[in-house]
């Protein structure tokens, strides 16, 4: 398969990050135009039989901050953007049942946010998300386990039991670990 | 130190199963024309 083949095939995840990083999908396609461009003309430095996605991931998410420090203020109103777009497409079967995740995430600081789409949504182990975004193993978990955290409250997702979420939870992952024995 | 699989919660896994889905419904639309075309012009320019 050629270059632009592989490249052609990883577009829907690419654009799965890059929506879910950026909050916005005009913007995250901006992204991925971007990302594709730099791809090619460095496709020297790619070194085949390594994983693709990752070094796109990475070009990806470099050009986003570059973006973002550039327009600092812009930032600011990823929440406001991400308001009126929900505004605009209600009609989207299966839009809103994912819209308070999406919203969430808006809330979390990028770091985190990338760490937990990387390991969470993308499928990328640890050590290989710790490499694209140039940080140590255990900032990265570390960035994750806040991550959850965060979204967990923003989701309301402990709020049910009336013994508190860390015995709910505790008393679900003992069960089910047991289970898988 | 804890293996991975220890370490997640069921949250964990209901956040991760959330995520996922807010993936594979922008995963699932077809690749916009714009960047069929974009890797086109790339290609052509060789």
């Known amino acids: 398969m050629s270059f632009r083949d592989d490249l052609l095939n990883t577009i829907p995840s690419l654009r799965a990050f890059a929506i879910s990083l950026s909050g916005k999908r005009d913007r995250a396609d901006d992204l991925v135009q971007e990302t594709l461009t730099k791809a090619w003309k460095h496709q020297e430095s790619f070194t085949p039989g390594t994983n693709l996605k990752a070094w796109l991931y990475a070009i990806l998410r470099n050009e986003f901050y570059s973006q973002m420090r550039k327009k600092g203020r812009e930032v600011e109103d990823v929440d406001g953007n991400f308001s009126s777009q929900l505004a605009v497409h209600p009609e989207q079967q299966g839009f809103l049942d994912l819209a308070d995740m999406k919203l969430a995430l808006t809330k979390i600081p990028p770091d985190q946010r990338e760490a937990l789409l990387l390991v969470g949504a993308s499928g990328l182990s640890y050590e290989e998300t710790a490499e694209i975004c140039g940080v140590a193993v255990g900032t990265i978990k570390s960035r994750v386990n806040r991550a959850r955290k965060k979204l967990a409250e923003l989701l309301q997702v402990q709020g049910e039991s009336e013994y508190g979420p860390d015995a709910q939870v505790e008393a679900i992952v003992r069960s089910s670990s047991a289970a898988r024995g | ?46």
């Open chain 2, 1 to 46: 130190m804890q293996a991975k699989q220890e370490q997640e919660t069921v949250i964990d896994r209901a956040i991760g199963a959330k995520l996922r889905a807010l993936y594979d419904e922008v995963a699932r639309e077809p690749v916009p024309d714009r960047f069929i075309e974009l890797l086109k012009q790339l290609d052509d320019k060789k």
